[in-house]
């Protein structure tokens, strides 16, 4: 969602109960990620808490238990940086399908936030940092925002 051509989107965050679900691996990017979110969801209205995992391995479970216990939308923040075995793509590969699959299985947004990267210094240009070109925190929180919003209209105000 960054650069020329992002949407614009309503993050409009009143009445909405978010939850930033968040890794605790690579902390100087993962507490960028969470100072973005949580200035998107500051701004927006929206009423939200923190929830820290140990890794992003865990993010779906956890993300799947707070929309299941009511909240709106989940945003999903964690940081896995390549090294020299497949458990890379393991990690990457079950963080990314079980966000979707709690997604569509509770049919409530999960923005997702999750860097997978080659290295550190990919993760410190896109958290959200000072002289970060990007801040991947942010854009998550605005699309389960927004996703929350299209779902609201669909559903007619009501939650499912």
Do not use: C
């Amino acid at each position: 969602m960054s650069g020329a051509g992002s949407p614009e989107l309503d993050v409009d965050g009143t009445g909405l109960r978010i939850v930033i679900v968040a890794g605790l691996w690579h902390d100087e990017i993962t507490n960028g990620l969470i100072a973005g979110a949580t200035r998107t969801l500051e701004a927006s209205g929206a009423e939200f808490s923190l929830v820290r995992v140990p890794g992003s391995f865990e993010l779906p479970v956890v993300a799947k238990a707070a929309l299941d216990a009511g909240a709106d939308a989940v945003v999903a923040l964690g940081v896995i940086i390549r090294g020299g075995t497949p458990h890379f793509e393991y990690v990457s590969a079950a963080a990314t399908d079980g966000l979707t699959r709690v997604a569509l299985d509770t049919g409530r947004p999960v923005g997702f936030g999750v860097l997978t990267l080659d290295d550190e210094q990919q993760g410190l240009d896109r958290a959200g940092l000072a002289g970060s070109k990007e801040d991947k925190g942010r854009e998550a929180a605005e699309a389960a925002l927004a996703t929350a919003r299209v779902l609201r209209r669909v559903w007619g105000g009501r939650n499912a």
